[in-house]
């Protein structure tokens, strides 16, 4: 009898909540990850991301002795795959992750095993796991075994809360699978958990991230046309959301992070011909960033200035994440085009600047008063509640362009 419950191949920002969660519930749980330092770092209680409540359950889970991490997996009764599902440069998925996570537990694999897929996944990968893990075990082939798609569905800033209170559809190969798959997740979800196949539970998730995208897609474009006609779009949403049916997203400068601006993506791969919604959104989203940089390009010009304070680089409020950061690209797209401009950027988040602005000489992290005390544009990328706290007073002396309405009224 193997001495884990459940091994979860993948301890990134799926994983890690799902594991500590699990082990928190009583069942032992056996984390795996290629990244040895993350590896390190986790065994020892330390999270590898910022995340409210995160640190504590970890080290709860750590101590109780319920929670292992490594680079091997370990024999189990379940396996859960949580791994990076990225596009490649064609906006084609690339499930190789998964593909490699099955490999890299297939020998350990046995009769009555469960098989969750947790990453947002096209539709069909969950059978995929099956046949991929029957390649490799022909023994397997006739053996009763159970797989299931679980996908995540928390946020970003409220992970701990929501894996806990968020409803879960679980779609299963078969009844039995999901049915299977439904237990383990009731031991610790408050939220209800909804039953279905695993092709719907896929497209279910896929098309809630594609639904914000969409929303947030027609928000941007509303700013877009806004500015074009001289309007505050702040105030337009602001009064189009009292009607009782109309409930309009928040512009911003471009949609950032793992989830929102990649999965439609899957979709589109999947019916490039009936997707032209879905694409058109993306391709809105993906505009953004260049409309800021055009409009801060045209400040700089009119008024002869040579530098600008950019105001976040997270890819949104009040998180360390700068994964598919619209706010980066633009500090990237600035520092190219004007190679003579300063960039004083502020991010609370992070102590030193991505790699991908390291190499500008124009480019420098600052605290938020340096950045005041020196420039006179200022650019609001991110809405972190610390930027909440500057006085108006301050604001009124500064030309601003905001992005995210923080500053409605006060905006050029
Ligand atoms: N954004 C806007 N305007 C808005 C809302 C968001 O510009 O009105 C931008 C944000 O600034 C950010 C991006 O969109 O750049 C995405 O942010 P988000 O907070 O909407 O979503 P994520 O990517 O952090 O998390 C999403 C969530 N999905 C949905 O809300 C349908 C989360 O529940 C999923 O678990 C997650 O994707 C995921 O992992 O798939």
Sequence with gaps: MSEIDVCVVGMGYIGLPTSVVLANAGWRVHGVDINEKAVELLSNGVATFEEPGISAALKSSVVSGNLSVATVPKESKVYIIAVPTPIDANFEPDTSYIRSAVESVALLAKADDLFILESTSPVGTTEMIRDILHDLRPDLSNAVMYFAHCPERVIPGRMMKEIISNDRVVGGIDGNSAEKAANLYRSFCEGEIHLTDARTAELTKLTENSFRDVNIAFANELSIVADHLGVNVWEVIELANK????????????VGGHCIA?????????????????????????????????????????????????????????????RESPAVNIAVELAEQFPNVRLSIVEPFVDELPRALQDFDNVHLVDLQVAFDNEQLIVLLVDHDIFKLIPKSTLEAKDLVDTRGMWKELDI
Excluded at 267 to 295: C, E, G, H, Q
Excluded at 307 to 321: R, Y
């Design 262 to 322: 990649v999965d439609p993506w899957f979709l589109v791969a999947s019916a490039p011909m009936k997707t032209s919604l879905i694409r058109s959104a993306r391709r809105v989203n993906d505009s953004k960033p260049r409309f800021v940089v055009d409009k801060i390009a045209k400040y700089l010009r009119e008024t002869n200035r040579e530098s600008v304070a950019l105001l976040g680089l997270a890819f949104k409020a009040n998180v360390d994440d700068l």
């Design 243 to 254: 009607h009782p049916r109309v409930q309009i997203l928040q512009p911003g400068p471009g």
